[in-house]
């Protein structure tokens, strides 16, 4: 008799815990049948804990007349434990069982929405939400500064068009294409142009993540691509004067790292010896070790990695240090022990972000006068094995001064495939990018703007007269846009975007940053289309070019405008845009080349028959070019011995030059052999991407 008895006992008891449960979801249900209250939990949500003065005015309880209204809400949600009060802090968050009501809320929102038969939208924001066309009309006002009257006419048409849609399954990013189809009927493309939505196609991403790239360079790289597409679409439409955007989709002119070219500057100097106080990131990269001054070989090691890391950040191309070699040196006198240090601060080093592939390259100022030889050959060891264990080395060395008795070192780490570049004492990037003020502790240049003057040079009809106009012509426009960029840039600087830049100059001034055009294709221009042999036709065009530039950077307050001729990816895209326009034999007459001159290579083999003249060339080419001028050797296929006598030749005369060898890296096995063979020697591969050293 006692076990039914039990049993009817814990009957009782459930019965007793359902009611109570049931009175429960039914006190909670009377609390989510008012809007108020489900914007409380909302506000807490996203912005809580508050005090009360504060939820209450987010809330919209504004006045007086309302204080009692809203005391009697929060009172209902604190009853029914959906909001929390702090009694220390005297601040209300939402409960867990809050955050559970919100969410079902949000979905019986939803649900009703689409059961109801109504169009609704699947916003950018994860959200479904009803169709109002008082969001359109708010977009053209807000976004496309649309006049108020001519917002309303737009937003008429494209709710009509929208309803003829006869669809319940809108997004967001099809009802902003409506709207911007419809400012194009009406001829408001400048209205549209701001309107527009910036990113790819989903068959882009497809096609990006089927690539081999992300097998190679990870997640990164494509999130990095993604990335740099939206800032790219975003330059050309809706940053760049539409002349300049012109002409670039054109190929008159050509911008480079379009992804980043409006938001940072090309070339970063900094000379290390001058911060005295490390850099002082302050609330930047909170998550990154703080850098302070370098003033051991230990602290040398330790902080190259970090350096080049965060300023790789700030440049597009390429970051040139100074004044890291004598704080590695400072105190170790034993050549093995500076080459293990060299070599195990470059390789720790090797991780830094990238925006575009290979890019920025980093390279550390030598002054070798300061260097006795046992010293420069240690560190030319050191970087050598960092070399070794790199397929595509993003770190070489600018060495400046006497390295004679190191010829051999050299020359073995340029074999290896290492980044080096020779030249006096005044600073240069590994691309001859010339320092602008040499005295500032830190300093920039904005350069990947270049001219296709093959174009210039067909459209000129062999008239020399006539192709230095229009070059005048196009020098204006570019420096103009080039002013512009700076301007933007520096201001970016201002506000933090950049902090180790920011840092390191403390209160970024005009006369740090410098800007200059580049000239694509000088040789093809003068030798094969206008029909002129002589070198003079060459140096009186760059003699124009730099008048015009310096006339033209005075009026814009640019005193240290210039004009260049480097390397950056202009020579490939002018050449096949103008070979599909006038025809190759036109423009390269047959020349074994997909990509116009950027620079200029010399030969070694030629230097050593007798190359006086092209490297005279080179000299007076360099004497006009205050911007900067990449004069590469060539030194593939020669020994050692004879890349030692060419080398010796051409550093005597030249103030700068690129030692370059061709070689090939395996993208299967991450090997390097030699240029023009076919397939990998190691895994016989036939992937392999061409480089120079």
């Known amino acids: ?33 008012s809007p108020n209250r489900i914007d409380i939990l909302r506000i807490l949500n996203a912005k809580g804990p508050l005090t009360y003065s504060e939820l209450k005015a987010l809330a919209g309880f504004k006045s007086k007349k309302e204080s009692g209204k809203f005391a009697y809400h929060l009172r209902k949600l604190l009853r029914q434990l959906l909001v929390a009060l702090n009694k220390t802090e005297r601040r209300y968050t939402i409960t867990n069982l809050g955050k559970l ?7 019986i929102e939803e649900r009703s929405i689409i059961e109801s038969g109504k169009m609704y939208v699947r916003t950018n924001k994860h959200t479904i939400e009803e169709f109002n066309s008082h969001k359109i009309i708010q977009s053209l006002v807000r976004e496309a500064n649309l006049p108020l009257e001519q917002a309303h006419k737009i937003t008429e048409e494209v709710e009509n068009k929208i309803y003829r849609f006869q669809t319940t399954y809108l997004t967001s990013s099809l009802i902003r294409e409506t709207v911007n189809c419809i400012l194009i009927e009406h001829g408001h493309e400048e209205y549209r142009n701001k309107l527009a939505r910036l990113g790819l196609p989903s068959s882009d991403i497809v096609q990006m993540l089927s690539q081999d790239e992300p097998a190679r360079n990870g997640i990164e790289r494509v999130m990095t691509r993604t990335a740099g597409a939206v800032f790219s679409e975003y330059l050309l439409f809706n940053m760049l004067p539409k002349d300049i955007a012109d002409m670039h989709l054109a190929g008159e002119i050509n911008i480079s790292n379009t992804n980043v070219w409006g938001l940072l500057p090309d070339t970063v100097f900094l000379d290390l010896s001058e911060l005295k106080d490390g850099l002082d990131l302050k609330g930047k990269f909170l998550n990154m070790t703080r850098i302070p001054p370098i003033k051991s070989s230990d602290d040398a090691v330790a902080t190259l990695p970090a350096l080049v890391s965060l300023l790789s950040r700030e440049a597009s191309t390429e970051v040139v240090l100074e004044g890291y070699v004598p704080a590695l040196l400072n105190n170790v006198n034993d050549p093995e022990d500076i080459t293990s240090r060299f070599a195990r601060a470059l390789l720790a080093s090797s991780g830094a972000p990238s925006y575009s592939a ?14 006795d030889a ?14 070794n264990n790199t397929p595509m080395p993003r770190l070489g060395l600018a060495l400046a001064g006497r390295m004679n008795d190191s010829l051999d070192h050299i020359i073995a780490a340029v074999r290896a495939g290492g980044i080096i570049s020779i030249g006096n004492n005044k600073v240069r990037s590994s691309n001859g990018i010339k320092k602008a003020n040499v005295k500032a502790t830190a300093a920039m240049s904005l350069h990947l703007l270049s001219i296709n003057l093959p174009r210039l040079a067909y459209e000129s009809n062999k008239d020399e007269t006539y192709f230095r106009a229009k070059l005048a012509l196009m020098i204006k426009p570019s420096l103009a846009a080039m002013s512009l960029r700076k301007k933007i840039i520096i201001d970016y600087v201002k506000k933090g975007m950049m902090p180790a830049f920011a840092s390191a100059s403390q209160l970024m001034q005009m006369g740090t940053a410098s800007i200059a055009v580049n000239l694509t294709g000088t040789r093809e221009s003068v030798y094969n289309i206008l029909g002129e042999s002589s070198s003079e036709v060459l140096q009186k065009v760059l003699k124009t070019a730099a008048e015009v530039t310096n006339g033209q950077g005075k009026l814009l307050g640019e005193e240290g405008a210039g004009i260049a001729m480097v390397s950056d990816d202009s020579g490939s895209r002018f050449a096949t845009l103008d070979s599909e326009k006038y025809g190759k034999v036109s423009l390269l007459q047959s020349q074994n080349t997909t990509s116009y001159s950027q620079g200029m290579m010399l030969n070694g083999r030629d230097i050593l028959n007798d190359g006086e003249a092209s490297i005279q060339e080179c000299l007076a080419i360099d004497k006009l070019l205050n911007g900067g001028f990449a004069a590469s050797l060539d030194l593939t296929n020669l020994s050692p011995d004879e890349m030692k006598r060419v080398i010796e030749t051409t550093v005597q005369e030249l103030p700068f030059l690129r030692l370059s060898i061709g070689f090939a890296v395996c993208t299967t096995c991450g090997q390097r052999s030699k240029g023009g063979v076919e397939m990998c020697e190691f895994c016989k591969s036939p992937h392999k991407v061409p480089l120079y050293s």
């Open 1 to 33: 008799m006692e076990q039914p008895s039990y049993d009817y006992q814990v009957d009782s008891k459930k019965g007793g815990l359902l009611e109570s449960a049931s009175k429960r979801v039914r006190m909670i249900f009377s609390v989510m049948a």
């Open 101 to 107: 009501v919100l969410s079902l809320a949000r979905q």
């Open 358 to 371: 290979g890019m920025p390259v980093t390279t550390i100022a030598v002054q070798t006068d300061s260097l």
């Open 374 to 387: 046992q010293q420069l050959n240690a560190l030319l060891d050191g970087y050598r094995r960092y070399v």
